[in-house]
């Protein structure tokens, strides 16, 4: 195998753009969850003396009789989504990718719109409208959230017609990539297993469609874990107690985000950019995404190398990086792989009943998603109580610090991105230098929340602009989605690392930066906590304080949506679709062609 030379800059490069992220890691991840644990080995209130208690705050929990239902309910809650994740999204991806270039880029401009309208906040203010004496059809359903036994039913029902467009669509995106590589069937079960681990995740942590449309409430019949945490560390000042709860929800996260990244890992997943392809040549790009094993792949003659070795070297062999391979090899130059030319002859093409499948799909998700979402969309013609908050500063305070936030954790993500999927410091055991932020993968803003502010109290930073920039300096998914992309481009980069790794590659960091501003922006737990100034209220934060001043839902449900913020967001996503991720195509198994950078493996 081909050994690097002695003097290779690489490797110690990828050193160098990791750390960033490693110190991120500390600071804002490894440190609060430190912390966190601390806490909940000690009693006493939020301020003021506090005494060790040992494990005797996990004793009391456990044995508390609100824990166990709250964890139940929590994971009962999870079940719809799921089964949209796991069912409708592969099957609505396998229709779009039938459908042809047309219909797969139609869905996701469609799909797009969901993700970049979904607001929590608002959505459970504008089902709150369903308690006004008026209310009728879908929305009039949250009159049953006033009893005790219709309450937890009824919430799930509405977490999933709530939730039903975006878990979709976001299913949806991951599964498409896979359908568009040459290891279909594996590489769907992979993205399944991860998809299901972060629904799993992200259903343990709902905590604003709760504390909107029931608070936990009534009789606790409807807390999650996330609103016990909350319940126990801010209303009831018993700081041991939630930060136990913080410190087994974590654990659970921790579990997840580790079992999806040994996945992603064993499996070799990784991403890489198709070129830019006419409609009529979608399969074709196909083919040179996908190489062997592709069904639109036509193995020639000069191929044949790869099933012995490629040019005398054993399968599998690493090529010296900014080498070109030797001939045999599929990513050559002058071959169909290296830049997606040439068209095999046998790639098919989209047929006419593929089309009408496709359309058929997408207008019925689409019809099902106008109906679920109803009750905002008809929430948004209706105005606002006079004196619910508005203007001019709930869209800053919503909006810099959200972005600002996004910039500096995916920044620091795409830095340690490039050092182990396009360096590869450890060569073909790169990735699993992403397993020491694995325990975070999944952990959002709460399991961490109680350490967070703790240390924003310190600093005096509570009640200012700064405390609300989320508290992240890395973005834990960014990283590693980055990391398989990057590490699909190094393996077919036959020149430098900037024009085979870097420039491919920023579209995507591009992206991400704005779905981590869309997410930090919807985030209501962060600003509940560390502002109690109506002027530096963002707006899902502004949506609550209403919700609990105008019973009914008088809140100004577009508030957390704004329209220009909407335009910008969704022409970035349309054209990132269109330009970019449609071309992105997800592949598993054995490396073909790699360049690896680090020690021999």
Known sequence: MTSRTPDSPAPVLGWLLLMPAVLGMLITLLLPTVLTIGFSLRSGGLVGPSAFAGLGNYGRLLGDDSFWPALGFTLSVTIMPLLVALVVAPLLALALDRGGAWVRRAGRILLSLSLVTFSPAAVAVSWLRGLRPDAEGLTAMARSLAEPATAPGTLRLIVAAATFGVVCALAVLAFLPALRGGTVTPAMLAVAGIVALATVAAGLQLFTLGLVLTGGGPRDSTQTLALLQYTFTWRAARLGMGAAIATLTGVILG????????????????????????????????????????????????????????????????????????????YAPGTPYETGAGKPDTARKPSAAGMAVGVAALLVATVLVFLWSRPWLSALLQPAEAGAPHGRNVHLNTWLPAFAGALVSVGVAYLGALGIGGLRPLGRRSEWLLLPFAPWLFVGAGPL??????????????????????????????????????????????????????????????????????????????????????????????????????????????????????????????????LYLDRLALTVGRDIGSREHGPDA
């Open 449 to 578: 929340s109680i350490a967070n502010w703790n240390t924003l109290r310190g600093l005096g930073l509570v009640d200012t602009v700064a405390a609300l920039v989320p508290p992240l300096l890395v973005s834990v998914p960014a990283l590693v989605i980055l990391t398989l992309l990057c590490k699909g481009l190094a393996e077919r980069n036959t020149g430098d690392l900037l024009s085979g790794v870097v420039r491919p590659s920023f579209p995507m960091a591009c992206v991400l930066v704005v779905a981590v501003t869309l997410v930090n922006a919807q985030d209501l737990l962060w600003p509940l906590l560390v502002t109690q100034q109506p002027d530096l209220a963002t707006a899902p934060l502004a949506q609550f304080m209403a919700s609990s001043q105008f019973p009914g839902g008088g809140a100004d449900v577009g508030l957390a949506t704004p329209l220009i913020a909407i335009v910008l967001a969704l022409a970035a996503a349309v054209a990132a679709q269109l």
């Open 255 to 330: 579990v997840l985000g580790i079992a999806a990244t040994i996945l992603a890992i064993a499996t070799r997943m990784r991403l890489t950019v198709t070129p830019a392809t006419a409609p009529d040549e979608d399969h074709s790009a196909r083919a040179s995404a996908a190489g062997p094993g592709s069904p639109y792949f036509q193995a020639r003659p000069q191929d044949a190398g790869l099933a012995t070795g490629l040019s005398g070297q054993p399968p599998g062999a690493a090529v010296p990086y900014g080498a070109a391979p030797p001939p045999g090899n599929p």
